[in-house]
Every structure is written in structure tokens, then in C-alpha cells.
């Protein structure tokens, strides 16, 4: 069972920057498509960004667009995010994802994927 450990969240300033690290020990992540998922506070969890297993492909919500990408290496996903604004504040998840697919907002989680902690993300002045 894929399992990931994410890092690399805090509090930063609108039009910050931040970089956000997943980590899956033991795997290797050339098999798996992945996305990044994020909870606000009252808010169903989003996908983000995906990217698929070979790395060749990856897609973006709206929302994002423009500001977050997507990369991975052998055992860790990041996910760098420039021009951040206060409606990005939530937990950051990764997850296996089923595929990477055009709309974002359709990715599911794979049925073996496992849900970490996550890291939170705030964006305040």
C-alpha cells in the first residue's frame, strides 16, 4: 500500500511562495499516477494537480492554473506554488490516484490509496 508523508507547508504571505514534498518510502513512483488534494476549513477535499506515472502528463484545476505545477522523482511528488493567495489555505494531501485526468476535479484516489496527514498551508497577511 502506497503511503506518502507530506511536508514543506506554513504560513506565508499573499504572493508568497511555498514548496510543498511528498515522500513515499520503498516505492518507486514511476509506476503510479499521483495528484495533490487540499481540504479548507468547511470544505470537501479538492483535487489540485495530478501527474501521471510516467511523469509525461500532467493537469491542473482552474483554480491553480498558472501558479501550482506538479513534479515528481523516483520516491517523492512536490508541488511548488508561486502567487499564493488566501483562498489556497487548507491541508495539502497526495495520494495514488486511479489516473491523471483532464479535469482535475473528477481525479479520485486509488482504491488502495492511503491518506497521510497532510500539511497545512496558510495564507494571511
Known amino acids: 500500500q502506497l503511503q506518502f508523508v507530506e511536508s514543506g507547508g506554513g504560513l506565508v504571505q499573499p504572493g508568497g511562495s511555498l514548496r510543498l514534498s511528498c515522500a513515499a518510502s520503498?516505492?518507486?513512483?514511476?509506476?503510479?499516477?499521483i495528484g495533490w488534494f487540499r481540504q479548507a476549513p468547511g470544505k470537501e477535499r479538492e483535487g489540485i494537480l495530478c501527474i501521471s506515472s510516467s511523469g509525461g502528463t500532467t493537469n491542473s484545476a482552474d483554480s491553480v492554473k498558472g501558479r501550482f505545477t506538479i513534479s515528481k522523482s523516483k520516491n517523492t511528488v512536490s508541488l511548488q506554488m508561486n502567487y499564493l493567495k488566501p483562498e489556497d489555505t487548507a491541508i495539502y494531501y497526495c495520494?495514488?490516484?486511479?489516473?491523471?485526468?483532464?479535469?482535475?476535479?473528477?481525479?479520485?484516489?486509488?482504491?488502495?490509496?492511503?491518506w497521510g496527514r497532510g500539511t497545512q498551508v496558510t495564507v494571511s497577511s
Open positions: 495520494a495514488q490516484v486511479t489516473y491523471c485526468p483532464t479535469i482535475v476535479a473528477t481525479m479520485t484516489a486509488a482504491r488502495t490509496a492511503s
Open positions: 520503498g516505492f518507486n513512483l514511476d509506476y503510479y499516477a
